[in-house]
Nanobody, 115 residues
């Protein structure tokens, strides 16, 4: 079993930055895809960013140029650096890890951007 622990959410003013982290622990052989999702109240969950084991990244159009996803497999950790935050970035951010052919989810962390 794999557990994901997220941290780094909080309240920030528009234009500010936050860095989210998600650390995986447990019986891990290989981590493939690592992703960050977000869900705002009344909206569908959306994929924010993804990073493959090769290092190839993918971003939602709404965050390109502002967010950066990175990973350290030695630490089983994925980060999401969020810059130039906007009020519309307010949401619960959740990490997702595809590890050893299983899909795991974090508990979610709230990000609130005030205008």
């Amino acid at each position: 079993q794999v557990q994901l622990v997220e941290s780094g959410g909080g309240l920030v003013q528009a234009g500010g930055s936050l860095r989210l982290s998600c650390a995986a622990s447990g019986s891990i052989f290989r981590i493939d895809l690592m992703r960050w999702y977000r869900q705002a109240p009344g909206k569908r969950r959306e994929l924010v960013a993804a990073i493959a084991s090769s290092g190839i990244t993918r971003y939602a159009d709404s965050v390109k140029g502002r967010f950066t996803i990175s990973r350290d497999d030695a630490k089983s950790t994925v980060w999401l650096q969020m810059n130039s935050l906007k009020p519309e970035d307010t949401a619960v951010y959740t990490c997702n890890v595809f590890c050893d052919s299983e899909n795991y989810w974090g508990q979610g962390t709230q990000v609130t951007v005030s205008s």
